[in-house]
C-alpha cells in the first residue's frame, strides 16, 4: 500500500515557477515508478512527467518538456516536479502517482495509487 500526498501548488503569475512535492508512504515507494498527472476543468486527465523507481529514466509530455523537471528522494520518498516558464494553460489539478509494476507507463489507469491533487493556477 502506498499514500500519496501533494503539496505545493498555489496562484503564480505567467513566467513565474512553482515546485510541487509528492510526499509518499508504505514500504514499496523506493520501488515504484511515479507519474505526474494534471486535469484542467472538462478535460481528461493527461499525463506531464514520468520517473523510474530509480531516478534514472524519466518521460516529459510535449507540452511541458524543457520547462518542468521531475526528479526523485526515495531516502525521503517524495517526488519533485519543478515546473518554471508556466503559462495559462498549465492550470489544473495536479496528482501524483504510483505504479505496482516496475516498468514505464504514461496512460493514467495502469497506475495503482492516486494522491489527493494540488491546485495550480498560472494567471495571464
Known amino acids: 500500500q502506498v499514500r500519496l500526498v501533494e503539496s505545493g501548488g498555489g496562484l503564480v503569475q505567467a513566467g513565474g515557477s512553482l515546485r510541487l512535492s509528492c510526499a509518499a508512504s508504505?514500504?514499496?515507494?523506493?520501488?515504484?515508478?511515479m507519474g505526474w498527472f494534471r486535469q484542467a476543468p472538462g478535460k481528461e486527465r493527461e499525463f506531464v512527467s514520468y520517473?523510474?523507481?530509480?531516478?534514472?529514466?524519466?518521460y516529459y509530455a510535449d507540452s511541458v518538456k524543457g520547462r518542468f523537471t521531475i526528479s526523485r528522494d526515495n531516502a525521503k520518498n517524495t517526488v519533485y516536479l519543478q515546473m518554471n516558464s508556466l503559462k495559462p494553460e498549465d492550470t489544473a489539478v495536479y496528482y501524483c502517482?504510483?505504479?505496482?509494476?516496475?516498468?514505464?507507463?504514461?496512460?493514467?489507469?495502469?497506475?495503482?495509487?492516486w494522491g489527493q491533487g494540488t491546485q495550480v493556477t498560472v494567471s495571464s
Open positions: 502517482a504510483a505504479r505496482i509494476i516496475q516498468s514505464d507507463s504514461m496512460v493514467p489507469t495502469e497506475y495503482d495509487y
Open positions: 508504505g514500504r514499496t515507494f523506493n520501488r515504484s515508478p
Open positions: 520517473v523510474s523507481w530509480s531516478g534514472g529514466t524519466t
